[in-house]
């Protein structure tokens, strides 16, 4: 969605300084935000609702934006890159949608495909990526960077319901970047989920950070060691 947001204003079909009222028949649950907003009164940006949508996974923010967007352009979108088996097919906290079987869905393999076009600039121009990585950068309450350095970038958004917890995005070690994405389900203990996530993250980036430090040959030096005879 986040995505298809900036796709739309880089075709000038919406600017992300539009402005919307908050209305009261926004409101859902999940919002820790929008529900301490005024109705018919505040008026918030299109790029405020994205960023309440990315930092606290607010529902109401994010159903503004669907409605916006349009559901059918965001798998228009996912479509274009080949991403079949990712698809927005609810608004949030829609129960007898989810009952029914119409989930929103994704993979680890295609959120990564998208997170590495967007990186490479192959779905917004720079302005546009720069602005996309620095929104998804913006902190929270999130999983895969819990146990890395504290100066880090992560660009990346969790997400959670009942027995399942996922994050993606890409972690910008030194030297080494690199594009993922955890998915957990099924989960009878939610925090042990949570726990396996920064467990990977912390894995993954040890990984990239060493590579990142070495040379071709695979030899690492530390600022903190010199040569010997």
Known sequence: MLAELYRQAQQDKLKLTDLYTVQASDLVPDSDIMNGLTPGVTKITLRDLATMMVAVSDNSATNVLIDR????????????????????????????AAGEGRENIATPHEMMVL??????????????TDDFFKMLSTHKDSWMPRDLPEDTRVANKPGSLEGVRNDSGIVFAKNRPF?????????????EGEKAITRIG??????????????EYGRVISPANSSKP
């Open 69 to 96: 967007l349009g559901i059918e352009n965001v798998n228009a979108f996912l479509d274009s890159l080949g991403l079949t088996h990712t698809r927005l097919r609810r608004k949030m906290m829609d129960l007898k």
């Open 115 to 128: 997170l590495e076009a967007l990186y490479r600039g192959k779905v917004l121009n720079k302005e546009m």
């Open 179 to 191: 594009v993922i994405c955890v998915m957990t389900t099924y989960l009878r203990d939610e925090r």
């Open 202 to 215: 912390l894995a993954a980036y040890r990984m990239f950070d060493r590579l990142g430090r070495a040379s």
